[in-house]
């Protein structure tokens, strides 16, 4: 049975999301990382350009590929597609960031996955996957660090 719940940024459970099955392999390194921008730019005719803060959620980018057996390739198919609605839902993942290891709040970018047969029984499954508000330190825990 695959049990739902995320964490939200207060640490507390919010049981209406998927997890990602127990079952089944994490992402394996490397994984790619990357944040959305959130700026805006505006280029002036004379001198620097204007640059403003204008999103304050911001969305983290990965690209994961993660190795199958057979009975876990037709778990995750299945997972897949009653669960996430063919990808289209959120769902609570375990993702590696600068802090570690965390609960993200995920979704599949397109709803796309890529699978390769790799072995005799193994597959390969490639997605890209968004998540929400990725933790990091604090501006005190910032400080403490970098002004001790």
Known sequence: MVQSAAVDRSGAADMSLPIWPSLLPTPKLPI???TDDATARTDMEDGA???R???TMIVTNYAATVDFT???MQIFEAWHRHYLHDG???FDMP?????GIYRAEARFKKGAIKSKLI???VFAVTFEFETRNRPVLSKAALDALINP
Not at 95 to 99: D, F, L, N, T
Request: hydrophobic residues 50%; aromatic residues 4%.
């Open 49 to 51: 350009a204007i640059v």
């Open 88 to 90: 289209a839902d959120w």
């Open 70 to 72: 057979r009975e876990q």
């Open 95 to 99: 993702v590696a960031s600068g802090s």
């Open 119 to 121: 072995a005799g029984a």
């Open 53 to 55: 803060r204008v999103k």
């Open 32 to 34: 790619e990382i990357e």
